[in-house]
């Protein structure tokens, strides 16, 4: 992903230095050329860094992927901790559920 910034960036430099040796040095073209610059090295990273754009956009996705098996294990482990403690506070089947609470039984 760096590598293909890097290389964009060098695009746009390069191109800002072709219009800058065609001609628009001035005060008032440095607008003018900074666009022209800009859209020249759209057109050009589209054709020629497109093996390096879809390198990048694979491992993002690839990063993506992997954040999100890592939040569905972490989110397995917790369903399975949360059943676990819901599991052993419950009351067992076969024993009935008191109804008097030690704390509250005053007798």
Known sequence: ???YLILRTMVFIGCL???WLLGLRDREDQVLA???AAFASLLI???VLKPFR???SADIA???DRRLEHKRAE???EAAEDAEVEHSTAPHP???ASRTDPDTDFR
């Open 45 to 47: 990273s589209a054709v």
């Open 94 to 96: 076969a024993q009935p």
């Open 54 to 56: 879809q390198r990048a």
């Open 34 to 36: 900074v666009i022209i």
């Open 75 to 77: 989110g397995a482990d």
């Open 17 to 19: 230095s072709l219009v």
């Open 62 to 64: 690839s990063r993506v």
């Open 1 to 3: 992903m760096v590598r």
